[in-house]
């Protein structure tokens, strides 16, 4: 019971820290004595306030201004709401699968956990792919700003979203399953160098494939959705036995946090990271002229 209620704790705490940190990132006030381009919402595209509060949309009346500002406040909420609730999702199921494989004797299977994996990035892409664009990775979301497909001031509160969902996915997991020493934590099952460049490699290609089928910032066509969610399939298939297939520095990070797991997380963090943004040389090279050169320019076709 006490094991119970201190992994109850740490999940109110998490909780709490993450919508705090949220609630700064997202809200934090602009000053009204400098330029501030704005990409929230559709209603609010290419709004910019200028120097000394004026606008220079058609209406320059100082609560147009202010009215849109809070628009685009609570556009952005939904946004980061929907990354957080996604990324929990990502992790409560994926790494929920490698947990309850463990405590199942491997009902669920290698494949089965691949599988899962696939499963859900494909079903969230559906769900919330039109409110945020459903990157669920902050290495993805970094791809996109290397892309110049996502305003720089986006970044960082989208990372922390992502962050925050995940670690509350684990603390949920700890709590279902105290006796669990891992948590679905990634490791490397040989030499941590190789895990690393396979991490890289496999976070170029997944970010390729995203890259090539979404226009802007989100992902585009009916089949969108199962381009993705094959890919991460299919790498989590045949690389997780040796560096757990995470190319997802949150996914990785909140079970290592949780269960004081850290050796290794630097290669979790770093590697997927620099195999998104190399993957948009990739994409450069092999697309259409305009393929990363902009946010307003579109898709990699």
Known sequence: MRSLLAALGEVCVVGLVGWVVVRLVVCWPVPWDMVVAVDMCDSCEGFTIAVDGRATADAGAVNVKVRRCKHMTASMRRRMAAEAFGTFALVFTGTGAIV????????????????????????????????????????????????????????AAYIVSQCVGALCASSVLKVMFPMNAMLGATEPAGDPMQSFVLEVLLTLILMFVILSVSAGAKEKGLLAGVAIGAVIGLEAMFAGPISGASMNPARSLAPAVLSMRLEYLWLYLAAPIMGAIASVAVCRCVQAPGCCGGISEGACS
């Open 100 to 155: 309850i494989n463990e405590v199942s004797g491997g009902a669920i299977t290698h494949v089965g956990i691949a599988i899962t994996f696939g499963l859900i990035v494909l079903a969230m892409i559906y769900a919330i792919g039109d409110v945020s664009g459903c990157h669920l990775n902050p290495a993805v979301k970094l791809g996109f700003f290397a892309a110049r497909r996502l305003e720089g001031r986006m970044v």
